[in-house]
C-alpha cells in the first residue's frame, strides 16, 4: 500500500511540474495567467490511498504589468474584461492579449488573424449597432459641405475709424483688420472668406464679406457692443450666400459671431472656424481608451468606426484555455456578458500598451524546488519499501 501511495504523490508532482513549467516557459507571454496545481487527498473508505491534482486554479483576476510599446494599435485592459474575437470557424474566442492590425480586407484582427469583435457606429445615432466583425472604411471618404461658422475674438476699443471712410478692400487704410476664413461645398473646393472689420463712427464694427476674392457687398453686418463690452447685435448668425462654380451644390453658410467682445487692448482671434471639408483618402486607425476605433484620413478628419466590445463571465475562473493565450467557454463558466470598454464590470484600456504574463518567476523557481524535494521524498518512500521487501524475501 505505501508503495502505491508513493507512486501517486510521485504521479501527482509530475502533474504539478506540468503546471509550474507551462508559468516559467510563459512569464514572457503577454496576456498570459498563471496556473496552479491543487493537491488532494485519496480515500478508499478510511483507508488512505495517496493523493492526486484535484484541481487547477487560474489567476485571471490577477493582472500583469502594463508595458508601453507606442503602437497605436496596441491595447491592454484596466480591470476586468476579454478582448473577443471570432475564427474562421466561427467560434468565440476571448483574450486579454490587446495585439490588433487591419488586414488586406480591411478588417481589425488580433495577432491570431481573427476577426476582432466590436459595436458598430450607426451615422446619426447614438444608439450602437450590433456586435459582429469591425471593418475600416480604407477608401475615399466623400467631401462635407459646410453650413455653420464660428468667429470669436476682441474687436479692440482703441480702435479709431480708419483714414480712409470710403471702404474698399484694396486700401488698408479704409480697415482696421481683416481675418481669413474657409469653407468648404459640396464637392469638398476650399473657398475663402474674407472679413474686414470697419470702426464706425458710433463705435460699432461694420463688416464687409467678400467670397475668393470678389467685391464685397456694399451693405455691410454691423457689430454692436455694450458700455461693458459684450456683443448686443447680431443676436442671431449671420447669413452667408457663397458662390459655387462647376456641378457644385449652393453653398449657404451661417456665421456666428457669439463670444466676440469690443475690449481696450490689442485686437485678437480666438475662434476662427468652419464645419465641413475636402474629400480624403484613409491614413491609418487607431484605438481610444474608451474601446473606439477611430479612422484617419488625409484630410485631418477622423472617423468613428466601431468600438471594441470587451465580455465579462460570471466565473471566469472557469473558463478552459486554449491556444494564442486565450480562452473558450465552460459550463462552469456561463455565458459571455458583452459591453463596451469602461461600462459595467468591463475595464477601460490603456492605449499603445500590453499587458504582461502574471508569472511571479520567484515564486515558480520556490515551488520548483519545493516539488523537487517531494519528489525525492516519495522516491525514499519507494526505494525504502523496495529494501524492506528484499529483506523479507531474504528472510524467508
Not at 56 to 64: E, H, K
Not at 180 to 195: C, I, M, N, P, Y
Not at 199 to 226: E, I, M, Q
Not at 285 to 306: F, H, I, R, W
Amino acid at each position: 500500500m505505501s508503495f502505491d501511495i508513493a507512486l501517486s504523490g510521485i504521479q501527482a508532482i509530475n502533474n504539478q511540474l506540468d503546471t509550474i513549467s507551462n508559468n516559467i516557459a510563459n512569464s514572457s507571454t503577454y496576456g498570459f495567467k498563471s496556473g496552479r496545481a491543487n493537491f488532494s487527498s485519496m480515500y478508499a473508505g478510511t483507508q488512505p490511498t495517496g493523493t492526486e491534482i484535484g484541481s487547477l486554479t487560474q489567476s485571471i483576476g490577477l493582472n500583469g504589468g502594463v508595458l508601453n510599446t507606442g503602437r497605436s494599435l496596441d491595447a491592454a485592459i484596466n480591470g476586468r474584461g476579454f478582448f473577443v474575437s471570432r475564427d474562421s470557424t466561427g467560434a468565440m474566442l476571448y483574450s486579454r492579449v490587446g495585439i490588433f492590425s487591419k488586414d488586406q480586407n480591411g478588417y481589425l484582427v488580433d495577432s491570431a488573424g481573427r476577426n476582432v469583435q466590436g459595436y458598430a457606429v450607426v451615422p446619426g445615432s447614438t444608439v450602437p449597432g450590433p456586435m459582429g466583425d469591425i471593418q475600416i472604411p480604407t477608401g475615399q471618404i466623400p467631401a462635407k459641405a459646410s453650413t455653420k461658422m464660428n468667429y470669436v475674438g476682441n474687436m479692440s476699443a482703441d480702435w479709431t475709424p480708419p483714414a480712409n471712410p470710403t471702404f474698399n478692400p484694396a486700401d488698408n487704410q479704409s480697415f482696421n483688420k481683416s481675418v481669413l476664413s474657409e469653407a468648404f461645398d459640396s464637392l469638398g473646393t476650399r473657398h475663402t472668406v474674407t472679413q474686414y472689420f470697419v470702426r464706425n463712427a458710433t463705435n460699432g464694427v461694420d463688416t464687409y464679406y467678400s467670397v475668393d476674392g470678389a467685391a464685397p457687398a456694399a451693405t455691410p453686418t454691423t457689430l454692436t457692443f455694450n458700455t461693458s463690452g459684450q456683443l448686443t447685435a447680431p443676436t442671431t448668425p449671420v447669413t452667408l450666400n457663397l458662390t459655387t462654380a462647376g456641378a457644385a451644390a449652393a453653398l449657404t453658410v451661417t456665421l456666428d459671431y457669439t463670444g466676440t467682445t469690443q475690449f481696450a487692448g490689442a485686437a485678437t482671434t480666438t475662434t476662427n472656424k468652419a464645419d465641413g471639408y475636402a474629400s480624403g483618402t484613409y491614413v491609418d486607425v487607431t484605438l481610444a481608451k474608451d474601446g473606439s476605433v477611430v479612422a484617419q484620413y488625409s484630410n485631418g478628419e477622423k472617423q468613428t468606426v466601431a468600438t471594441v466590445a470587451l465580455a465579462n463571465f460570471p466565473d471566469e475562473g472557469s473558463l478552459t484555455a486554449v491556444n494564442d493565450t486565450s480562452w473558450t467557454t465552460s459550463s462552469g463558466s456561463g455565458a459571455p456578458l458583452y459591453s463596451a470598454p469602461g461600462t459595467g464590470m468591463a475595464g477601460d484600456l490603456t492605449t499603445s500598451a500590453l499587458e504582461q504574463s502574471n508569472v511571479d518567476i520567484t515564486s515558480e523557481l520556490v515551488g520548483l524546488m519545493t516539488s523537487q524535494r517531494n519528489y525525492q521524498a516519495n522516491s525514499k518512500v519507494i526505494s525504502t519499501e523496495s529494501a524492506m521487501m528484499q529483506s523479507l524475501m531474504q528472510a524467508l
